[in-house]
């Protein structure tokens, strides 16, 4: 038997469509699910053209649906369990994986909402607890409209901290004054006063005018770069107090950030914020919107 999915296609438009794989078989320690909902990000539509995902072989990252089979050594969710999950090959019709790539999602939060978590919500809880967020710290959130965006806004005004959204018009900071922001600004020149904690996620000039605006001792994340322009720092830019700029990658085995991030969604802490939802048949018009900026938060698939 074969899955439906999406799968890298150098002879289809920017490398995406939709391909026949080998039906999943879990392994120990995993569990099948069937997708039910599966959520676009910028990692994808790079991942495609990248080499980093071969031809053929399925695309995607974040998913939710319902455990069609338990894991035979029996950790993990029972079947009929509905899961939100963060793994490679995530735009399947079925899928297999890790016991820890999964949570558990209660009835209280829909798996649309729940499939919208996983990338980029992950990203911004994992950066700021790098960053040490904290009550009353200055956090700058650049990109601030995008999907990491938004639950970096959320979640650092949860933990206390006073929060600056950057965003690119100001059409793009509709609702992140209401998601907790203390400050919605165009650009990054209206600010004034140094911040202790930046998550960039535009990269090129705005990575090096956020560096100069971070306080010593603040933490710069570098969690993305839609931008695709480069980051020249001026002389002597690093010579200084000190601060950081830190990479960052999502590393898998995120059984327990997904259950954070769920539970924080289920308390109303956490809102995933859909700006695109329909069918995987429209993938290229989920993909088109994302790549020219017109996504206000995530975009997500139906698969069924």
Same mark, same amino acid.
């Given at each position: 038997?074969?899955?439906?999915?999406?799968?890298?296609?150098?002879?289809?438009?920017?490398?995406?469509?939709?391909?026949?794989?080998?039906?999943?078989?879990?392994?120990?320690?995993?569990?099948?699910?069937?997708?039910?909902? /599966?959520? !676009?990000?910028? =990692?994808? +539509?790079?991942?495609?053209? @990248?080499? $980093?995902?071969? #031809?053929? *072989? &399925?695309?995607?990252?974040?998913?939710?649906?319902?455990?069609?089979?338990?894991?035979?050594?029996?950790?993990?969710?029972?079947?009929?369990?509905?899961?939100?999950?963060?793994?490679?090959?995530?735009?399947?019709?079925?899928?297999?994986?890790?016991?820890?790539?999964?949570?558990?999602?209660?009835?209280?939060?829909?798996?649309?909402?729940? /499939?919208? !978590?996983?990338? =980029?919500? +992950?990203?911004?809880?994992? @950066?700021? $607890?790098?960053? #040490?967020? *904290? &009550?009353?710290?200055?956090?700058?959130?650049?990109?601030?409209?995008?999907?990491?965006?938004?639950?970096?806004?959320?979640?650092?005004?949860?933990?206390?901290?006073?929060?600056?959204?950057?965003?690119?018009?100001?059409?793009?900071?509709?609702?992140?004054?209401?998601?907790?922001?203390?400050?919605?600004?165009?650009?990054?020149?209206?600010?004034?006063?140094?911040?202790?904690?930046?998550?960039?996620?535009?990269?090129?000039?705005?990575?090096?005018?956020?560096?100069?605006?971070?306080?010593?001792?603040?933490?710069?994340?570098?969690?993305?770069?839609?931008?695709?322009?480069?980051?020249?720092?001026?002389?002597?830019?690093?010579?200084?107090?000190?601060?950081?700029?830190?990479?960052?990658?999502?590393?898998?085995?995120?059984?327990?950030?997904?259950?954070?991030?769920?539970?924080?969604?289920?308390?109303?802490?956490?809102?995933?914020?859909?700006?695109?939802?329909?069918?995987?048949?429209?993938?290229?018009?989920?993909?088109?919107?994302?790549?020219?900026?017109?996504?206000?938060?995530?975009?997500?698939?139906?698969?069924?």
């Amino acid at each position: 038997m074969s899955t439906r999915a999406l799968i890298v296609d150098p002879s289809a438009p920017a490398n995406i469509g939709f391909g026949e794989i080998a039906d999943p078989v879990a392994g120990p320690g995993q569990l099948l699910v069937d997708v039910v909902h /599966a959520s !676009l990000n910028y =990692a994808d +539509l790079n991942n495609a053209i @990248s080499g $980093r995902v071969p #031809a053929g *072989a &399925p695309l995607g990252l974040d998913a939710a649906g319902i455990v069609l089979q338990g894991a035979s050594d029996g950790s993990g969710p029972a079947a009929g369990t509905r899961v939100v999950l963060f793994a490679d090959g995530a735009f399947a019709e079925r899928v297999a994986v890790d016991v820890l790539a999964v949570a558990e999602v209660p009835d209280s939060v829909g798996l649309a909402e729940a /499939a919208a !978590l996983p990338t =980029a919500g +992950l990203a911004a809880l994992r @950066s700021l $607890r790098a960053a #040490a967020v *904290a &009550p009353g710290k200055r956090v700058l959130v650049t990109g601030a409209s995008g999907g990491v965006g938004r639950y970096a806004v959320r979640l650092a005004a949860h933990a206390g901290a006073y929060t600056i959204a950057s965003v690119g018009s100001p059409a793009r900071g509709n609702g992140l004054a209401y998601a907790g922001a203390d400050e919605v600004v165009v650009g990054l020149d209206d600010i004034k006063e140094p911040v202790d904690i930046v998550v960039e996620t535009v990269g090129g000039p705005h990575l090096v005018t956020a560096w100069e605006l971070l306080a010593p001792g603040g933490s710069l994340q570098s969690v993305g770069w839609t931008s695709g322009e480069p980051a020249v720092f001026p002389p002597y830019a690093t010579v200084g107090p000190p601060k950081t700029l830190t990479s960052y990658v999502n590393q898998f085995g995120a059984a327990e950030d997904l259950a954070e991030l769920v539970r924080l969604t289920a308390e109303g802490a956490l809102v995933p914020e859909i700006g695109w939802r329909g069918s995987w048949e429209r993938f290229a018009e989920a993909s088109d919107a994302l790549r020219g900026r017109r996504v206000p938060g995530k975009a997500v698939f139906d698969l069924k």
